[in-house]
């Protein structure tokens, strides 16, 4: 995906517009950090992938999950 700084998409917005009509996507940056993207009319939106609950059913949390190793620790931290 191509760069380009603010004055050089105004400088060359016809050859920008037509590199983004073959399928290619631009980025206008202003001092180097991006702000906008050109792509083509009617491109796919990128999909966000849902992650929440995406592990739902495949662990068991032990019921004494918040004491494991409760000896260890007080032994680390007490001697």
Request: charged share 30%; net charge positive.
């Amino acid at each position: 995906m191509e760069t380009v700084n603010i004055h050089e998409a105004k400088t060359h917005l016809s050859r920008l517009l037509e590199r983004v009509a073959n399928g290619k996507a631009v980025v206008i940056a202003r001092a180097g950090k991006p702000i906008a993207k050109m792509v083509p009319f009617g491109a796919p939106a990128p999909t966000k992938v849902k992650r929440l609950g995406f592990l739902k059913g495949e662990l068991r949390v032990p019921d004494d999950f918040d004491r494991m190793g409760g000896g260890d620790i007080e032994t680390m931290f007490e001697g």
